[in-house]
């Protein structure tokens, strides 16, 4: 069991169905009519060429370019093509994305050994594969859309920076930039990760000094070493010397409260404060190259007068403060068999007696939010109402709409989901880090207009990776339920066509 194992695994899926994909839907089907083309004028050496219709960058075209020339010289020896545009067909683009799937598998099965050093390679492995189902993620794989790209770059990303190694970091994340735009949001938040364990966890022979006054942490939030033993961190006046083999990753620590607006939270930030000034030189040399990157995408903005290239008009930025409680949503339903356990849901409950009424006081706050956020701040953009191929079409209208009550009905789900997440989050991260990690999700879902549920994915993928689902039953259901969804959303795709009056062609059920 391991990584071979993995990759063996996700093949064993990813090349039947793509085969099966390809063989029914031959021709380019909803955005790939504007990506499929794009990439063959990118073949046949044509660059100055754009659609106006495409509102990502073309890093995905780049990318089949590199895949396409690594099989160009096997299949004109072979006489299969002549050219090198030839290779560029609908199935061949489609191809980058399984090979990234296979890719992605492997990347989040080593992001899961580093930060749960205590798995053992078949829980791993489990992990890995269950994940790797996610159907958002799954579905796409078989076509040519950029989120198996920019989910596999975003991670590849997170693991360069869980590894320290920081510039090749910020390269991978102006890549997954150039592959979709708001990836600078999730390169910030890497960098913003990368910085709370950097200065929580200096390399051998950095030393730490705090100032003079005292900056005191409760003691449960240590350092976990490789003994699982936490070292108290009263900083007064203490220097801190550390070796990067005592611990593979930071600060996992028990948590007990959900509540992010305390002490706990204010100390955390004092203390990373404090060694960022200690470690400045150190700080700007290892996080300068994100800086550099984003200073880049910000002169990029300015130039382009909008953060998409084209189609403006249908994706102006808003202030759609709903799209993150659909997350929370969607997130806690897509990890059922834990978030809605008596279990889960008792242990939340203690917890939130347990601090009151600070926690009272927070879940009123929360409701409130919650409330005029579905009040004020819901959006129904045109193609969301005009556009039946959608699932997110369906749900809206038979679910939100189905009376003018739904959708105030739903904010106690809201509420129990998003306190579920933190305080699942904070069972194994800092309060800083959950906190950032909010802020990264609301910077990516916030101003998006449309409810698509394949911009939940990446957010998604962070969550379950560092959530503290440890036995085997959750996976295992989880992993149950991915496959009957994939099952039922591919076979709703393929077998299940059907036609528009006002338009020709054949028309398929997508996410």
Partial sequence: MGKLAVSVIVSLWVIPIF???????????????????QAQEYCKGNFRSWDPMITTPPGLYYLSLAHVASLFPGMWCTKVVSLFSEVCSPAILRSVNGVLAVICSLLVYEIITWVKPDSDKRKATLQAVVISLYPLHWFFTFLYYTDVASLTLVLAMYVATLKRRYQLSALLGAIAILVRQTNVVWLLFVACSGIIDFTLLPKHKDKV??????????????????????????????????PSSVVKYPILKPVDSTSLCTSGLLDEVQVILLRMWNLKFEVLLSFGPFLVVFLAFIVFVFWNGSIVLGAKEAHTASLHIAQIMYFALVSALAMAPFYFSYRQFSMLCKSLWKNRPLSLFQVVVVSIAGFL?????????????????????????????????????????????????????????????????????????????????????????FLLLHSQINDYRSWLLMGVMYAAVNIFTIWMFLFRPFHWSHEPGTQRFIW
């Avoid at 085969?19 to 083309?37: A, K, S, T």
């Avoid at 953009?381 to 009905?409: C, E, G, S």
């Fill in 19 to 37: 085969l099966m994909v390809n063989h029914i839907v031959p021709h380019p089907y909803m955005d790939e009519i504007f990506h499929i083309p």
């Fill in 209 to 242: 000094q705090a100032d003079d006054q005292d900056v005191s942490v409760r003691d449960n939030d240590g350092l976990a070493g490789n003994k699982g033993m936490p070292v108290k961190s009263n900083l007064r006046k203490r220097k801190m010397d550390i």
């Fill in 373 to 461: 956020s579905v009040h004020y701040f819901s959006i129904a953009h045109p193609y969301l109402l005009a556009d039946n191929r959608h699932y997110t079409f369906y749900i809206w209208r038979r679910v939100i709409q189905y009376h003018w009550l739904m959708k105030y009905l739903l904010i106690p789900l809201y509420v129990y989901s998003w306190l579920s997440i933190i305080h699942d989050l904070g069972k194994g991260r800092q309060r800083i880090w959950v906190l950032v990690f909010f802020l990264a999700c609301s910077g990516v879902l916030v101003p998006a207009p449309l409810i698509e549920f394949r911009y939940y994915t990446i957010p998604f993928y």
